[in-house]
T-cell receptor, first 113, second 111 residues
């Protein structure tokens, strides 16, 4: 199993550009989440999904969209990038009924100029 | 809302024991988790406590007191490779399937 994969690993955008961060998992997990990590701020929840077709907002959803058309994929879209969105983005998945362990992808390091 | 408090930094020497504390505020409680993150890496799961008491996994142990809304991670026989950030986390009330994290404790182990 590859676990949770994310692409790209690094990305530089200009203010106003849009892009999609990809996330996929091959563990057949129902639950998937997106977090952003900024220095001194820990990990903050952006959006999450409890299954295909079901998504909801987390703590810091503004400026981001998600969709979940399949169990495996959970892309995160930046609609119009802003410098405040410079961060490291982590995708995570968890099996249904397991409230203890989240599996994280390797992260995407995004810089918005 | 939910919040978790943990010290920002802890330093120790190889072979020592260190305890990282975490206090939390949450309206519903489903358990306290601990994650480790090395520089440039992804968080990885260390332990989970749903009930009061001590859970031991090798050199690492985690403790929970639900009545005190408090837990800690205990690292014994410290090694240089234990230098990392450690996060406590609780399930997000609304989601129940995502986590709310503390801001993390950076552990530096010296020889």
């Amino acid at each position: 199993n590859a676990g949770v994969t994310q692409t790209p690993k690094f990305q530089v955008l200009k203010t106003g550009q849009s892009m999609t961060l990809q996330c996929a998992q091959d563990m057949n997990h129902e639950y998937m989440s997106w977090y952003r990590q900024d220095p001194g701020m820990g990990l903050r929840l952006i959006h999450y999904s409890v299954g295909a077709g079901i998504t909801d907002q987390g703590e810091v959803p503004n400026g981001y969209n998600v969709s979940r058309s399949t169990t495996e994929d959970f892309p995160l879209r930046l609609l119009s990038a802003a410098p405040s969105q410079t961060s490291v983005y982590f995708c995570a998945s968890m099996g249904q009924g397991a409230t203890d362990t989240q599996y994280f992808g390797p992260g995407t390091r995004l810089t918005v100029l | 809302g939910q919040s978790l408090e943990q010290p920002s930094e802890v330093t120790a020497v190889e072979g020592a024991i260190v305890q990282i504390n975490c206090t939390y505020q949450t309206s519903g409680f489903y358990g306290l988790s601990w994650y480790q993150q090395h520089d440039g890496g992804a968080p990885t799961f260390l332990s989970y406590n749903a009930l009061d008491g001590l859970e031991e996994t090798g050199r690492f142990s985690s403790f929970l007191s639900r009545s005190d809304s408090y837990g800690y991670l205990l690292l014994q026989e410290l090694q240089m490779k234990d230098s990392a950030s450690y996060f406590c986390a609780v399930p997000d009330n609304q989601a129940g399937t995502a986590l709310i994290f503390g801001k993390g404790t950076t552990l530096s182990v010296s020889s």
